[in-house]
Structure formats: structure tokens, C-alpha cells
């Protein structure tokens, strides 16, 4: 099934505070938390991970979670 109205959300990015920006498929997330998410992202930050390095530690987490959905991650390091 196709959802014609994506889920989306409006946030304020503050510099002081905020890493990274996360765009992820379903995939991701309906294996994956919201939490869980942000401290792999925020793990990788400190291990000194790229952008893409996240993102494919992200994809390898959703699969060893078994997801049988599509998964497209990508990380904008802010």
C-alpha cells in the first residue's frame, strides 16, 4: 500500500544543540525507535563515523532487526 500523505513534521534546528539531520523510510523505523536512532547517530558522531558511515550503521541495525521493508537512510551531519 501506497500513502498518499507522507508523515512529516516542521522543527527548528538549533546549532547549539542539534548533530545531525535524519531522513529515513518506514524501513528504518518501524524496526528501529526514535531513541535508538539518535544514539546510534549520536554513537557514531563520536566514534568520528561519517555521514554515510551512519547511515549504512543505521540500515545494518534494521536488518540484523529482521525489517522486511524497503530501507533508505540518509545523514546530514549539521
Do not use: W
Request: glycine letters at 6%; proline letters at 1%; one cysteine or more.
Amino acid at each position: 500500500m501506497i500513502l498518499g500523505t507522507p508523515y512529516t513534521s516542521r522543527t527548528v534546528v538549533d546549532d547549539a544543540t542539534d548533530q545531525a539531520l535524519i531522513m529515513a523510510s518506514d524501513g528504518l523505523f518501524d524496526v528501529v525507535d526514535d531513541e535508538k536512532v539518535c544514539e546510534l547517530v549520536v554513537d557514531g558522531l563520536r566514534d568520528g563515523l561519517g555521514a554515510q558511515e551512519i547511515a549504512d550503521v543505521l540500515c545494518k541495525y534494521s536488518l540484523n532487526r529482521h525489517c522486511r521493508d524497503n530501507i533508505c537512510v540518509q545523514v546530514l551531519i549539521l
